[in-house]
C-alpha cells in the first residue's frame, strides 16, 4: 500500500518536473536550430577556407570567468598529426554541428597556455559537477551548447538529460545532433573548473554566482550535500561568510562534520563563527577535541569562550540546545527602547521570540512575547507589560540540566514557541527554540542515505 | 550517536599527567579509526556472504588443502586492490562512479557501469538464492520464501527501517564465526595446511580454474571497490587520515582473507577430497565438531543473515556509483521520491535477482556461478581503478609510485589471465575441444 503511494507519488512528480524543464528549456526551433553540441564537436574535422581538414578538434577554450554573461569562446585545441597546439578564436571561421571551419586557408598557430578565468570545455566542464540554480540540484553537465554569432561564439547552455548522454554513446552522426530537451541557461548553472579561484575578484560576481545568492538556505544545504570535496569547497569560498553558515546550520549532522573537517581550519573556524552559537556548538560537539580546539583557536576570543560554555552541556539538555542569543532588558525600559534593541538584532530575527526582562539584579521577571510589544505604546515603561503579565502566573523557564523531553512537555504547558533557560540564581543564560527541541527529539524521516550502511 | 560519549569526558580530563595524556590521546586515535574506519572492514567482509561460503566451501571439499595457495595469492590481491580504492576515496573525496565518468571518455564509463551492474545482478541473485538454499536446510521450499525475503529487503530498504534489520542480518551472520573454531576442532591435518600456503600448487584441470576465478570474483568483488571508496568519501576522511583509512583498509581485508581460509580448511577436514560441493547440507558438514547435531542449523542462521546484509548492500552500492556516474547526486542523499533512477535501478536488481534465484538450477552451482561472473568482470574494473591510482592528475603525490605500479600491474594482469584462460577453455569446451 505505502509502496502504492510511493510509487504514484513519484509519478505525479515526474509529471510535475518534466512540465517545469519543458518551460524551463529553450524549446523555440530557431535556438534549436542555432545551437552547436561540444561533445559532437570534440574529435571532429576543422578544416580550412578551401574546405581541406587541417586538423582535429581536441577541446574548446572560453572565458568561463569573465565579465560576461555567457562565456565567449576564446580559442581552440587542434590535434595536428601528433601535435596539440591552440588556435585562437578570430580564426574561427563558421561553426557547424559536427565541425569548424577556419576563416583562412594560413592558420596560425601557437601553443597553448592558459590565461586567467579561461577554462577547457570539455576537460574541465563537460562531464563534470554543476549547480543548477533554478531546480536546486546538482547534476553533471551531459553536454554543452554554443551559438555562434556575428561575431563571435558564445557557451549559451548546458544539457543534463540522460537521453543526452545515450545520444553521445551512439555513433558520430547522432553526436553532432544537439537534442536541447533540458537545457539549463548558462546564466542559471555554477560550473567548478579548475580556474575558477582565479582571475580578478569581481569576476568571481558573474551572473550565477548572484544567482547562486537566490538559493534558500535549506536548498544550499541540499546542494552542499550532494557536491564533491573540491566543488563543495569551491561553492563555500563563493558565498558570503554569513550565508553560507545559514545553509550549514541546515544540513545534515554528519555531512556538516565531513563538510567541516575537509574545509581549511581558518575557513571552517570562520564558518562556525558565522553560525547561530546553538548550531555552532552542535556542529563543534561532532568534531575530536583536537579538531574542536583548533577551530576554536581560531575564533575571536568572546566568540570561542561562549561557545566553550554552550559545550560544556551535554547533549539532550536544555543547555545542549538552546541559543545564547537574548535580548535582556531593565524593567525601567520603555516599550520604545525595546524596539530600537530589536531592530539592531534584525539579523538574527529567526532565532528572537520574545524578550527577558530582568530586575537590578539581573534576574528574570517576566519573558515578554514580541506580541505583548508590539501592540504596547511606544511610551509605556516595560514594568506595565510585566505587572499585567504576573497575573498569568510566574515565566516557564527550564535549567541548563533540563532534559530536552521534560523542557518539551513544558514548553507545551505553556503553550509559547520558546523557552527561556536560567541558572541556579534565575539569571537568564540562553534560550530555547521549539524548532530546535522539533530537531532534537524527531527522528530522521523518509530519507535514506547510503551511509546508513556504514555506521 | 556514541560519539560524545568519550570527547566531552576527554575534554574535562583532570590534571592529567603527561603519560596518561599520551595514553589517552593514543585512545583517542583508536577512536578516530572506529568514526572514520570501517567501509574497508565491512567491505571486505561483505564478501563473506552466501556466495562466498559457497565458493570456499566447494574449494574445500573439491580440492582439500590445494586452493590455499592461490588464497594467499588473493589476499595480496585484495589488500592492495581496497587500498587503491580508499586512496582514491580519500584523496579525493569523490566516489569511483564520479571519478570514472571525470576521467575515462563516455564510453568507457558505460562499459564501466554496465560491468559493475551486470556483476552486482549477479551477486544478487546469488544472495536470494543463498537465503532460498537456508530455507531449504530449514525444511522450508525456496519457492515460499524467495519473494516474501525480496518484498521484505527492498521496503525495508526503502521505508528506512533497514537500520534494525541491518543489525539482526549482523548477529545472524555471526554464526560463520564458528568456521575458525570448527576448523581447530576438526583436527586438520596441520603440516599439510602449512605446506599448501607456502607451497605453489596449480591444477592445469578446468575444475581448478574455474574454481580459482570463482574464488577472485567472490574475494576481490567489483563492488566492493565501489563501496570502500563510497564509504571513505562519506565519512569526509580527508588526506591527513589516509593512514587510519589504509590501516582499515588493509586489515579489513586480511581478516576477510582469514576467514575465508578457515572456512576452506575447516571444510577440507570435514568433507575434503569428496569431489564437488553438492548441497548446501553438504557444506553444513564442516560446522559438526562445533554444533553437532545442530549444525545445519547455525548455518542456515549464518546464510540468511549474510545474504540479508549484503542483498541490501549490493544493489544499493551498484545504484549509488551509477547515480554519481551519470550525475543524479541527489538521488544518493535525497529520499527515494526524489530519485527516480535509483529507486528504478535498485528495485530492477532485486527483482531480477529474485526472479533468477527462483530457476530450478542447483544452487551450489549456482552460487559458484554468480562468482565466477564476478571473477570474469574484475580485471575491467580493476583496470579503471590501476589507471585512476597511476595518474598524477587525480592523485597529485599519492598516485602509484613505479614499484607499485608494477606490484599492481602484476596484480591486475594476473587476475585477468586467470579469467582469460577460463574463458578460453570454456569456448574451446562449446566446439569440444576443452
Redesign the interface.
Known amino acids: 500500500m ?2 502504492h503511494t ?1 510509487l504514484m ?2 509519478g505525479a ?2 509529471r510535475d518536473r518534466r512540465v517545469r524543464l519543458e518551460r524551463r528549456a529553450t524549446a523555440s526551433k530557431a535556438v534549436r536550430g542555432s545551437l552547436v553540441s561540444l ?1 559532437g564537436l570534440v574529435g571532429g574535422p576543422v578544416t580550412n577556407q578551401a574546405g581541406e581538414e587541417v586538423g582535429r578538434l581536441v577541446d574548446v577554450v572560453a572565458r568561463l570567468y569573465g565579465a560576461e554573461s555567457y562565456p565567449p569562446v576564446t580559442g581552440l585545441i587542434l590535434r595536428i598529426g601528433r601535435r596539440r597546439t591552440f588556435l585562437a578564436a578570430d580564426a574561427i571561421g563558421k561553426v557547424h554541428a559536427g565541425h569548424v571551419r577556419l576563416r583562412a586557408a594560413r592558420v596560425d598557430l601557437r601553443d597553448f597556455s592558459r590565461r586567467p578565468g579561461e577554462a577547457l570545455l570539455a576537460r574541465d566542464v563537460l ?3 554543476l549547480v543548477d540554480v533554478d531546480g536546486v ?6 553536454d554543452l551548447y554554443l551559438a555562434p554569432l556575428v561575431d563571435r561564439v558564445v557557451l549559451v547552455g548546458v544539457d ?1 538529460s ?1 537521453p543526452t ?1 545515450l545520444r ?2 551512439g555513433p558520430r552522426r547522432w553526436q553532432a545532433r544537439p537534442t536541447p530537451e533540458r537545457v539549463l541557461d548558462w546564466q542559471a548553472v555554477a560550473p567548478f573548473a579548475e580556474e575558477a579561484t582565479e582571475g580578478p575578484p569581481e569576476v568571481r560576481l558573474r551572473a550565477s554566482r548572484t544567482a547562486l545568492h537566490r538559493l534558500r538556505p535549506a536548498d544550499l544545504a ?1 546542494i552542499l ?6 566543488e ?1 569547497q569551491q561553492l563555500l569560498g563563493w558565498l558570503e561568510p554569513e550565508q553560507a553558515a545559514d545553509a550549514l546550520e541546515e544540513m545534515e549532522p ?2 556538516l ?3 567541516l ?2 574545509a581549511q581550519p581558518e575557513h571552517a573556524a570562520r564558518l562556525v563563527d558565522e553560525m547561530e552559537p546553538d548550531e555552532a556548538a552542535d556542529a563543534l ?2 568534531l ?3 579538531e ?1 580546539e583548533s577551530l576554536l583557536t581560531r575564533m575571536p576570543d568572546d566568540r570561542s569562550a561562549e561557545l566553550r560554555r554552550l ?1 560544556a552541556h ?2 539532550g539538555t536544555a543547555g545542549g540546545a538552546m541559543t545564547t542569543l537574548l535580548i535582556i532588558v531593565h524593567r525601567d525600559a520603555t516599550v520604545a527602547e525595546v524596539r530600537a534593541r530589536l531592530a539592531e538584532q534584525a539579523e538574527h530575527r529567526t532565532e528572537i521570540d520574545a524578550v527577558a526582562v530582568v530586575d537590578d539584579e539581573g534576574r528574570l521577571l517576566c519573558d515578554m512575547a514580541l506580541f505583548d510589544l508590539a501592540v504596547a505604546e511606544d511610551a509605556a515603561p516595560v514594568a506595565d507589560l510585566v505587572a499585567w503579565r504576573a497575573q498569568f502566573g510566574p515565566p516557564v523557564t527550564v535549567r541548563a540540566d533540563t532534559p530536552l523531553s521534560e523542557a518539551a512537555d513544558q514548553l507545551v504547558a505553556a503553550r509559547a514557541s520558546s523557552l527561556l533557560v536560567v541558572d541556579d540564581t534565575d539569571r537568564p543564560l540562553g534560550r530555547i527554540l521549539a524548532d530546535d527541541l522539533l530537531d532534537a527529539l524527531l527522528p ?12 | 550517536m556514541t ?2 560519549l568519550h ?2 569526558s ?2 574535562k580530563a583532570p590534571g592529567t599527567t603527561g603519560a596518561p595524556a599520551a595514553r589517552s590521546t593514543g585512545w ?1 586515535r583508536l577512536t ?1 579509526v572506529a ?1 572514520i574506519a ?2 574497508g572492514l ?1 567491505a571486505a567482509n561483505a564478501g563473506n556472504d552466501a556466495a562466498g561460503i559457497a565458493t570456499y566451501a566447494s574449494a574445500g571439499s573439491q580440492f582439500a588443502y590445494g586452493t590455499l595457495f592461490f588464497m594467499v595469492l588473493v589476499t595480496v590481491a585484495l589488500v592492495m586492490v581496497q587500498e587503491m580504492a580508499v586512496r582514491l576515496g580519500a584523496y ?3 566516489g569511483l562512479g ?1 571519478l570514472i ?2 576521467q575515462f571518455s ?2 568507457l ?2 562499459l564501466a557501469v554496465f560491468c559493475l551492474l551486470l556483476a552486482n545482478t549477479g551477486l544478487v541473485v546469488s544472495e536470494f538464492a543463498g537465503i532460498g538454499a537456508a530455507f531449504e536446510l530449514l525444511g522450508v521450499p525456496k519457492w515460499a520464501v524467495i519473494p516474501p525475503a525480496a518484498i521484505l529487503l527492498w ?1 525495508l ?4 527501517s ?2 534494525w534489520a ?1 543489525r539482526i542480518f549482523l548477529i545472524m551472520s555471526l554464526a560463520f564465526f564458528a568456521y575458525p573454531v570448527a576448523m581447530i576442532l576438526g583436527h586438520p591435518d596441520w603440516a599439510a595446511v602449512g605446506r599448501h600456503l607456502v607451497v605453489p600448487h596449480v591444477e592445469p584441470s578446468k575444475d581448478f580454474i574455474l574454481l580459482a576465478v570463482a574464488l577472485i570474483g567472490t574475494t576481490v568483488s567489483p563492488y566492493m571497490q565501489f563501496y570502500a571508496a ?2 571513505v ?6 588526506p591527513a587520515d589516509y593512514p587510519l583509512i589504509r590501516a582499515d583498509a588493509v586489515l579489513g581485508a586480511v581478516f576477510a582473507c582469514v576467514i575465508s581460509l578457515t572456512i576452506i580448511i575447516a571444510t577440507a577436514a570435514a568433507i575434503g577430497g569428496t569431489g564437488p560441493l553438492n548441497s548446501a547440507a553438504q557444506a553444513a558438514e564442516a560446522l559438526k565438531p562445533v554444533a553437532g547435531q545442530n549444525a545445519e542449523l547455525l548455518f542456515a542462521l549464518g546464510l540468511i543473515g549474510a545474504s540479508a546484509l549484503a542483498g ?2 549490493v544493489p ?2 551498484a545504484s ?1 556509483a551509477i547515480g554519481e556516474a ?5 538521488s ?7 530519485a ?2 535509483f ?1 528504478g535501478l535498485f528495485t530492477a536488481q532485486i527483482v531480477l535477482g529474485a526472479t533468477l534465484a527462483m530457476t530450478p538450477i542447483d544452487v551450489i552451482r549456482l552460487l559458484i556461478g554468480t562468482q565466477v561472473l564476478q571473477g570474469l568482470i574484475s580485471p575491467v574494473v580493476l583496470v579503471y581503478l590501476l589507471v585512476l591510482t597511476n595518474r598524477r592528475t587525480v592523485l597529485g603525490p599519492a598516485a602509484n609510485g613505479p614499484r607499485y605500479r608494477i606490484a599492481a600491474t602484476a596484480v591486475v594482469v594476473g587476475v585477468a589471465t586467470m579469467s582469460t584462460i577460463l574463458l578460453g577453455q570454456t569456448v574451446l569446451g562449446w566446439f569440444g575441444l576443452g
Request: hydrophobic share 40%; glycine share 6%; no cysteine.
Open positions: 505505502a509502496a510511493l507519488s513519484t512528480r515526474l561533445a562531464d563534470h559537477q540540484q546538482v547534476t553533471r553537465a551531459a543534463v540522460l548522454l553521445r554513446l541540499d550535500e550532494d557536491l564533491g570535496r573540491a563543495r554528519a555531512e562534520e565531513a563538510l573537517r575537509e560537539r561532532d575530536t577535541p583536537e574542536r559545550l551535554r547533549e530522521e524521516r523518509g530519507r535514506v542515505h547510503f551511509r546508513r550502511f556504514l555506521q | 560519539r560524545d570527547t566531552s576527554a575534554t583517542r578516530m568514526a570501517g567501509p565491512v579525493t573525496g569523490k564520479a565518468r571525470e563516455l564510453r564509463t558505460a521496503a530498504v526503502l521505508f528506512g533497514y537500520h541491518e563510497a564509504g568519501v562519506d565519512r569526509g576522511a580527508k541490501a548492500v544499493l552500492s549509488y551519470v550525475g543524479a547526486e541527489r544518493v542523499s535525497r529520499s527515494f521520491r526524489d527516480p533512477l529507486l
